[in-house]
């Protein structure tokens, strides 16, 4: 959960979190963090978000889809994951 991954940041930020060979991209729990901080200001300007709320999330292996639902879950705003090939 988001809060985990803040605590995380936290105590040891230095520590690998996600590791994505695909991307070339290994993020700390520090970095990860402000990550998920800083997608949830880009999706807060697309709309509102919170329990009210409803977003699709079009399911990748990307870290970017990572970061949405690392984001969506800090807000308790509720998703649905669309496979790619129906998008």
Known sequence: STLSVRAAAASHPAELA????AEDLSLPYGELSL????????????GPLGPDARVAVRAT?????LLVLLALSESATP???LHPRLT
Do not use: E
């Not at 996600?18 to 060979?21: G, Q």
């Open 35 to 46: 990550r998920v901080a800083a997608m949830w200001a880009a999706l807060r300007r697309t």
């Open 61 to 65: 292996n990307r870290v970017d889809t």
């Open 18 to 21: 996600v590791l994505a060979p």
């Open 79 to 81: 998703f649905v994951l």
